[in-house]
């Protein structure tokens, strides 16, 4: 099976995640990932030898103040034209699988090129009517749009 893994780049949480999904994708023959990662500088990232040859794109990132997502700030540094360009130009369709976790341009790339899609990130569980705190519309559209997958 050939998979491809999204992993959000902007916090060390998911790429602690992929490091460990990566060493166990190691040990099996039967299947061959391939990775990227978004929301980060490409320098930025460290540790990253798990992950051989993976690929690094601009994404979208969230702009934070005081621990909370502030959302003018997100939307003024976001590169939505890159963004745009990146999921138009990204070819899924040798994948059997996308995994995702919440990484927008190979959700986007999977939904538009009808490649099956599994989401394993935290921010999926909101998807369903479970209690939130403090949860704005703005928050549940980014929650269901930013990278969406079937399941």
Request: glycine share 6%; net charge neutral; aromatic share 12%.
């Amino acid at each position: 099976m050939k998979i491809l893994f999204g992993v959000q780049g902007t916090g060390n949480g998911h790429i602690s995640r992929a490091r460990i999904m990566a060493k166990a994708f190691a040990k099996r023959a039967d299947v061959d990932v391939d990775f990227v990662f978004s929301g980060r500088d490409p320098d930025k990232y460290f540790d990253m030898e798990v992950f051989g040859q993976y690929q690094s794109l601009q994404g979208l990132s969230f702009a934070t103040q005081n621990g909370a997502v502030n959302h003018w700030d997100t939307i003024k540094s976001a590169k939505i034209r890159q963004f745009f360009h990146d999921i138009k130009h990204f070819d899924v369709t040798s994948y059997d699988l996308v995994l995702n976790d919440f990484e927008p341009v190979t959700a986007w790339a999977a939904k538009k090129q009808k490649v099956p899609s599994i989401s394993i990130s935290h921010q999926a569980a909101f998807a369903h009517p479970i209690p939130k705190q403090e949860a704005d519309i703005v928050d549940n559209l980014i929650t269901r749009y930013f990278a969406p997958t079937d399941i």
